[in-house]
């Protein structure tokens, strides 16, 4: 779970954006986005085998 502490005299604008920054290094918002629609093991394996081939290029 991504947390962030205010600073004292910090803005909340300021703590949002390293919040945002902090969820995105973490990867979270792609783990969200790939959970939104279920997704079969077939295109799953399709998927992870595209990735595999990139890597190794």
């Known amino acids: 779970m991504a947390e962030i ?4 005299n910090e803005s909340i604008d300021s703590a949002l954006r ?3 920054k902090k969820i995105q290094k973490a ?3 792609s783990e969200i986005k790939r959970r939104e629609r279920y997704e079969k093991p077939s295109l799953r394996r ?12």
């Open 46 to 57: 399709k998927r992870k085998a595209e990735l595999a081939r990139k890597v190794v290029r």
């Open 27 to 29: 990867g979270i918002l």
């Open 18 to 20: 390293r919040f945002k």
């Open 5 to 8: 502490r205010l600073g004292e």
